[in-house]
């Protein structure tokens, strides 16, 4: 079978193997030709291992690099593995219970990768040079980087359309993401909590259109509009944090605006059934959600789905209304610092932004129907969740104080945030700590 997870000494060092205790490993099965990703905790006590697979029992036996356990899951069904570990890496085959068959069996083909162990207890800050880019969030690209919950991760972006801050092309365009950060811990039902705590400009252009996406044209603008769409190049200054039309003239001779830098894109990996997802497409787990409140200070909330969560970002943008209504924000590279905190056993079903006065959910859908549909459960779910609220108690609170927007026009699907200012819910009690 293909390797999937295929590391380099970047993400590990070779475990001895008398220090086999404790450890967490990576399990990527070969499930018909679709890779399966678990976590197994194993534990050594002599020749006798011990621990879970995603939380099921294991038992077994380890000698001589060679390995064999058994994993009973909570119906009682048993799977059987064998192989022998090289260094931190593990290959051998499953027998486990057919899946349309129970009383049939299966044999499946398993790689997996070693965890790191941690060797700092305070937080680190990782500084991480991008050498190639991803054009899909995908569970089987190999992560470039391990982090802990807790971490921070110093990295550069390029545009969408693959350029970096020297104006040299790196990447395909559409959207090019840095990543996957593989986050140890991170389990699916968890949710991965993204500060930004630091987005800035590193070169003195972006590039942008004239016109308006499709959505937002009636017959006569489409009509008045059918010449534009071409390309509008934007200065940068830096010193004074502005944004201007370069060589504009005639009304805009003199016009600019304060830069407010973002990032369009930040996912986690897709769950297991579903193929990598194009880098201009959005999720539940996030994606190209180009929703302008993405930027330093808030913290984002996403669904974990894959061990490790997997972490991609990138699409830095200058500034951006509401929508990306000219189908291209103001496109840039950014110098970007994140911070990764990690939430177990807490499931959101729509991504989530936090700012220092707003709780924000945001929708992702075919139509704005769906998007706000799905924006307003997202925040239903949220202040029952942190606040102990009854259905019908929550409503009420949106009924008083909900506020919506459009995140984005621009892809295949369409953004609405639900917000609510934190002074609103200044009287209720948190059950849970408020997300971060």
């Known amino acids: 079978m293909t390797i999937a997870w295929k590391l ?3 993400l590990l060092a070779a475990a001895p193997l008398d220090a086999f205790a404790a450890e967490q490993w990576i399990i990527g099965t070969d499930l018909w030709g679709n890779t399966s990703y678990q976590t197994l905790q194993l534990d050594t006590h002599g020749e006798r291992l011990q621990g879970t697979l995603d939380g099921d029992a294991v038992a077994g036996s380890r ?5 064999s356990f058994t994993v009973t899951d909570k119906e009682g069904q048993v799977s059987h593995y064998r192989g022998r570990i090289d260094d931190a890496r593990m290959r051998g085959e499953s027998d486990q219970p057919d899946t349309n068959d129970r009383a049939a069996r299966a044999a499946h083909a398993f790689t997996g990768w070693r965890v790191p162990d941690r060797t700092q207890s305070a937080p680190q800050v990782h500084r991480f040079t991008p050498t190639d880019y991803s054009n899909t969030f995908s569970a089987d690209r190999p992560p470039v980087l391990v982090i802990h919950p807790g971490d921070s991760v110093q990295t550069r972006t390029l545009d969408s359309g693959g350029v970096d801050e020297r104006g040299i092309t790196r990447a395909l365009y559409g959207n090019p993401q840095v990543g996957p950060f593989f986050v140890v811990g991170a389990e699916a039902g968890d949710t991965l909590a993204i500060t930004l705590v630091s987005l800035k400009l590193n070169r003195d252009y972006a590039d942008s259109l004239d016109g308006l996406v499709d959505r937002l044209k009636t017959a006569r603008v489409a009509g008045e509009a059918s010449a534009l769409g071409k390309p509008v190049r934007w200065q940068l200054d830096r010193a004074r944090g502005i944004a201007r039309p370069q060589g504009a003239s005639g009304a805009l001779k003199a016009f600019e605006v304060p830069v407010k830098p973002m990032l369009g894109g930040l996912a986690l990996a897709p769950g297991f059934g579903y193929p990598p997802i194009s880098t201009g497409d959005t999720h ?3 994606g190209n ?6 930027v330093e200070g808030n913290t984002v909330f ?3 789905q894959q061990p490790g969560a997997l ?3 990138g699409d830095g943008h200058a500034l951006q209304g509401d929508g990306e209504t000219t189908q291209w924000a103001l496109e840039t590279s950014l110098d970007v610092i994140v911070k990764v905190d990690l939430v177990k056993r807490q499931s959101i079903a729509t ?7 707003q709780l924000m959910a945001l929708g992702q859908g075919g139509s704005s129907d769906d998007a706000l549909r799905l924006a307003t459960a997202g925040m239903l779910q949220w202040l029952r969740q942190s606040y102990g609220l009854t259905l019908s108690e929550a409503t009420q609170v949106l009924g008083v104080a909900v506020q919506y927007n459009v995140a984005n026009l621009a892809g295949r699907s369409v953004g609405v945030a639900a917000k609510i200012d934190k002074t609103v819910l200044r009287t209720l009690t948190p059950v849970t700590a408020p997300a971060k």
Request: proline letters at 10%; aromatic letters at 14%; charged letters at 15%.
């Open 289 to 294: 959600m180009d929703f302008n409140a993405v």
């Open 351 to 357: 991504p989530r932004v936090e700012s220092p006065t």
């Open 311 to 313: 972490l991609y970002l």
């Open 302 to 304: 996403l669904p974990v």
């Open 284 to 286: 539940v787990f996030g």
């Open 8 to 10: 380099t000494s970047l």
């Open 63 to 67: 000698t001589d690099g060679g390995f």
